[in-house]
């Protein structure tokens, strides 16, 4: 109880220091309260894991902005790290579909997912297990199957729906259910979303997941774009952001690795408060040049597959030093 009320007093001096945290923290003090009442007090006050049952749990995962995004509903023993003494998993380890049903409802208390809008269909295989869908009005849902059965449920994740801003890699239909490829992993949209979706352009979009299918099957169908329109190498690594800008006569330079070239590097500008992006790639030697630049400042990103990014500014300028710009690429991981 000491700690609780220790998580409390700490949740109320953030609000004296800013009104939107304030709201954010005190949004997620009234539900993870409402979720005591339900369930009872927490097992993991941390990481606002409750009891369902005898060995079921129920973990509450809330995203940066503290807003509920995902329930994650299992057998004790599914959580070694919280419950290392918890016995494993037996055949007796599974929910009835009136026992799903009714930690849905209790889960909708906390946050409503409304009307299904689509049951399941049979399942398919994950490493998970067997796993089928449940579409709501404002969630998806996730059901990991007891072997050799369609309704007995072993696991669930509820998904709530969030936005998520990004740049769509590919989309698919799966079990009747729309998916979208973010960032290497699926996400389950609505029909009505998914008729949005555009290829490879940085947009913002409803979605619910990760999702249990995680990266299986998921590839870049299309060049990808972040939201100033640069392109993004793939696979997504870290971008090195440089801290000093660059004063240079031109935008002409070599792209390096110690002191070998990098050729086919993207080396793309935007000038600051333009929208026309200006591209060019490095040759066989690295070398890249960007005609006819007029003097101003700009963002500029330099990419390409297996490394990491880099970006920050140029400022072009006629009367600095002709020393050509020299950007040093890392591999990525």
């Known amino acids: ?52 049952n005898d060995n079921y749990v129920i973990w509450l995962i809330f995203d940066t902005q503290e807003e509920l995004f995902e329930v994650d509903v299992g057998p004790k023993s599914f ?15 599974r929910l009835s579909v009136g026992e799903y049903g009714g930690a849905l409802r209790k889960i909708s208390q906390l946050k409503d997912i409304g009307s299904l809008r689509k049951g399941h269909e049979s399942a398919v295989a994950t490493e998970f297990g067997p796993v089928n869908t449940d579409q709501f009005e404002g969630a998806f849902v996730d059901r990991v199957l007891a072997d050799h059965s369609y309704e007995e449920v072993k696991k669930f994740n509820v998904y709530f729906f ?3 801003s990004g740049s769509p890699e590919q989309v698919k239909t799966l079990q009747g259910q729309p998916m979208v490829c973010l960032i290497g992993v ?19 979009l409803q979605v619910a997941g990760p999702n249990l299918h995680g990266t299986k099957d998921c590839f870049r169908t299309t060049i990808l774009h972040d939201a100033d329109g ?17 004063r240079v006569r031109a935008l002409e330079g070599r792209a390096i690795v110690g002191d070998q070239p990098v050729p086919d590097a993207n080396v793309e500008v935007l000038p600051v408060g333009g929208t026309d992006i ?4 490095t040759d066989e030697e690295g070398n890249f040049r960007i005609f006819d630049a007029p003097d101003g400042e700009y963002k500029f990103k330099v990419t390409k597959d297996g490394f990491k990014a880099l970006s920050g500014k140029i400022i072009v300028d006629h009367r600095a030093p002709t020393k050509p710009l020299s950007f040093e690429m890392r591999l990525g991981t």
């Open 79 to 93: 959580y070694s790290s919280e419950f290392p003494k918890a016995q494993p998993a037996t055949e007796s380890d």
């Open 230 to 246: 640069f392109t993004i190498e793939e696979p997504q690594n870290e971008t090195i952001a440089m801290a000093e800008a660059f």
């Open 278 to 281: 200006l591209r060019s790639k």
């Open 186 to 204: 699926w996400y389950y949209v609505t029909p009505e979303t998914e008729s949005k979706v555009t290829l490879g352009r940085w947009q913002s």
């Open 1 to 52: 109880m000491m700690r609780v009320t220790l998580v409390r007093s700490v949740l109320l001096l953030a609000c004296t220091l800013a009104f939107a945290p304030c709201r954010a923290a005190n949004a997620q003090e009234n539900l993870l309260s409402k979720a005591s009442q339900i369930f009872g007090e927490p097992l993991n006050v941390e990481h606002r894991v409750y009891r369902l």
């Open 162 to 164: 969030q936005d998520h």
